[in-house]
C-alpha cells in the first residue's frame, strides 16, 4: 500500500510536460508511469469531447478507452513541445468519427440533442416537437465529417481554430463544412415541408 501511495506522490510531483517527454522518449516502464500520469490528467477532457460529437454517454465512455489506446500506440509520432491535449483532440475527434461512420443513421443524434431549441413563441407543443424531430432527422442524415463540424462550431459553439485541430484540417474548412451542413439542413428540412 505504500508503495502506491509513493508512486501516486511521484507522478503528482512531477510536471505534465516531464510526463509528456517521458511518455515520448522513456524507458518502457517510465513511458507507462507516463501514460497513466497523462491519463488521469487529460481523461475527463477527452470524455468531454467526445460526448459533445457522439451525444452518447456509453459510447463516450468506449470512445474515450479507445483514444486512449490509440494515444499510447501512437506514442512514437508525439512531438511534446506541440501539447497534449491538442493531439489527444484530433484523436478523439478521428475515434469519433469512425464511431459515427459505423453508427445507423437513426442512433446517430438522438431527440434531446435539440430539445433545447428555442422554441417560437406560444406555437403548438406538438408543432413544436415535431419540428424538433425532423431537425434531428435531417441532422442524422448528414455526412459524419459534416455533422462533427456542425455538432462542434454550432451547437457546441467551440471556436474554428479548435474544430480545425481537432479534425486535422484547416479553419477555412471548418468554415466550408459548417457552411455545407446548414445548407444541407436547410435543403431538407425544406423537404419536409419546415421553412428554417
Known amino acids: 500500500m505504500r508503495d502506491v501511495a509513493s508512486r501516486e506522490l511521484e507522478l503528482a510531483a512531477k510536471s505534465e510536460r516531464e510526463h509528456l517527454v517521458e511518455f515520448r522518449r522513456g524507458s518502457a516502464e517510465a513511458r507507462e508511469a507516463a501514460f497513466e500520469a497523462l491519463f488521469r490528467l487529460h481523461q475527463r477532457a477527452v470524455r468531454g469531447w467526445i460526448l459533445r460529437i457522439v451525444r452518447d454517454s456509453g459510447a463516450a465512455d468506449e470512445l474515450t478507452v479507445e483514444t486512449f489506446w490509440r494515444i499510447y500506440r501512437a506514442s512514437d509520432r508525439f512531438e511534446p513541445e506541440r501539447g497534449f491535449e491538442p493531439w489527444a483532440r484530433r484523436i478523439a475527434t478521428r475515434a469519433a468519427l469512425d464511431w459515427l461512420r459505423a453508427q445507423k443513421p437513426e442512433y446517430a443524434v438522438a431527440n434531446e440533442f435539440f430539445a433545447d431549441l428555442p422554441s417560437p413563441g406560444?406555437?403548438?407543443?406538438?408543432?413544436?416537437?415535431?419540428i424538433r424531430h425532423k431537425t434531428s432527422l435531417a441532422f442524422e442524415r448528414l455526412r459524419p465529417g459534416l455533422r462533427i463540424a456542425a455538432t462542434l462550431a454550432v451547437i457546441e459553439e467551440r471556436p474554428h481554430k479548435e474544430v480545425a485541430e481537432a479534425l486535422g484540417i484547416s479553419v477555412m474548412a471548418v468554415k466550408l463544412r459548417v457552411f455545407r451542413?446548414?445548407?444541407?439542413?436547410?435543403?431538407?428540412?425544406?423537404?419536409?415541408?419546415i421553412t428554417p
Open 122 to 130: 406560444s406555437g403548438d407543443p406538438a408543432l413544436l416537437a415535431e
Open 181 to 193: 451542413a446548414l445548407r444541407l439542413l436547410r435543403k431538407d428540412l425544406q423537404h419536409q415541408g
